[in-house]
């Protein structure tokens, strides 16, 4: 057995008190709630070495990497570990919400041997914390589209292998365009122009980049990247051939059932709400800057409105990558139902279109502050942000540089250019009637 580098005294006990079996909150009928209240007491444990916090012999990367274990720090505020708790940076306005600039985390450091302390855009990207409420909504609707995608993309295939001709495919759902691609009669698939999404047609709801299809998949990245946790289904026997792939001397540190207790507390918070003015002039103002958003065409991206077919949250997803379990891996699903009130669909205002964007352009450049590729996806590219928590999720951006709405909104270059000039041409009392309306948005 490799040795161990961490040299701890055994006077503390491990933080961690549950240990939950997927096994026996799956299949219907299960009280998958009891696991949610399980994953709330998870993300709010404040991990210690004897947990498995920290990775002396590994990096952050998502892939199991290993690194020199004599680099090893403790705590390292750029390449982390970064924190003790999940909810040491999502904490703004509740546990499982966002975070301030003070919580910002740094994309690309955690992949450095020895750990750099630079903040150097060259080196690493940085990154304010993301607010996870409604998230579950949000994994539905990614996998909704992903389905129709899909399903478009195999039935071109059909069509072309019958014709013996190329078929043109414009891929829409829910009434968004995610752009054209070509099938072959062989099967294969040409993209002429740039897709806002993946070429797999996976929709990527989770980071500033799209970069996780699941809310599995971005927890098992930040259980490692900011806490030094492995779990099993990533970095355990089956993939690396070691029970303590960082060599902390904590074997087997997160269990399949813990990351799913993890993963139905997130998919469980509630959906931002919006909350209008009780007086009745300030009422009046926030309507006003609805009808703007949507005139001046805010709402071609920020889309107010998507309609979701069901509200039963089943975990894991189909669509995890290797190094996370998908249904086939474990007996049965768990259920949750993240609208209780729901029995069947509903209509979700988060604000977005799941495509990527480049707000940037030869005047505008806020946004292009990044040098290094995440996933090889262009610098330059951002999902659309969710609108539906503005009120609670300051500051804005995704390095959370901007204090305020206005800021933002100035900072929409390119794709959103005619929209951010036709803000600038509107008069102030339309300015500040908009900016009335976005601030409705999650104060409930």
């Not at 609707?141 to 059909?158: F, G, N, P």
């Amino acid at each position: 057995m490799a040795p161990a580098f961490h040299a701890v005294a055994d006077w503390d006990p491990p933080a961690v008190k549950d240990f939950p079996n997927h096994a026996e909150f799956a299949g219907e009928g299960s009280d998958a709630q009891a696991l949610t209240e399980i994953g709330r007491r998870l993300f709010t444990t404040k991990f210690n070495v004897h947990d498995g916090a920290g990775r002396p012999a590994a990096t952050g990367d998502s892939k199991p990497t290993i690194r020199f274990p004599e680099h090893n720090i403790s705590f390292a505020r750029i390449a982390g570990p970064d924190a003790m708790a999940c909810s040491s940076c999502h904490n703004d306005p509740n546990v499982g919400g966002s975070g301030d600039f003070v919580t910002n985390v740094f994309v690309g450091a955690h992949l450095t041997d020895p750990p750099t302390q630079s903040t150097d855009p060259i080196i690493t990207a940085e990154r304010n914390t993301i607010g996870i409420n409604g998230a579950g909504l949000i994994e539905l609707l990614s996998r909704e589209i992903t389905i129709d995608l899909q399903d478009q993309r195999e039935k071109a295939k059909l069509e072309a292998y019958i014709s013996g001709e190329s078929v043109d495919v414009s891929l829409t759902s829910k009434g968004i365009d995610f752009g054209t691609i070509t099938v072959l009669p062989n099967g294969s698939t040409v993209v002429k122009d740039t897709l806002p999404i993946d070429y797999d047609l996976i929709i990527r709801p989770f980071g500033v980049k799209g970069v996780a299809s699941s809310l599995r998949e971005f927890t098992l990245f930040a259980l490692n990247q900011h806490h030094g946790i492995q779990a099993i289904e990533r970095f355990g026997w089956e993939r690396t051939g070691l029970n303590d792939f960082d060599l902390d001397g904590v074997e087997n540190e997160f269990s399949i059932g813990q990351v799913s207790a993890l993963v139905a507390f997130q998919a469980n918070l509630p959906p931002p709400q919006p909350k209008l003015s009780e007086s009745a002039s300030l009422r009046e103002a926030e309507m006003t800057g609805e009808r703007i958003f949507n005139t001046i065409g805010c709402n071609q991206c920020h889309i107010p409105e998507l309609d979701l077919e069901s509200a039963i949250f089943t975990e894991p997803s189909p669509f995890n990558r290797p190094g996370a379990v998908t249904p086939s891996d474990v007996s049965d699903v768990i259920y949750l139902n993240v609208i209780p009130s729901v029995q069947g669909g509903a209509v979700v205002s988060a604000y977005t279109d799941f495509r990527r964007h480049n707000l940037c352009d030869s005047e505008v450049k806020h946004f292009c502050n990044e040098r290094i590729r995440q996933d090889n996806i262009d610098s330059e590219l951002f999902l659309t942000s969710k609108l539906w928590d503005l009120a609670t999720s300051a500051p804005y951006g995704h390095r959370g540089d901007l204090g305020t709405i206005s800021e933002a909104i100035l900072a929409h270059g390119g794709d959103a250019r005619t929209q951010r000039d036709k803000f600038v041409s509107l008069p102030d009392r339309m300015k500040k009637a908009l900016i009335s309306f976005l601030l409705t948005l999650g104060r409930q």
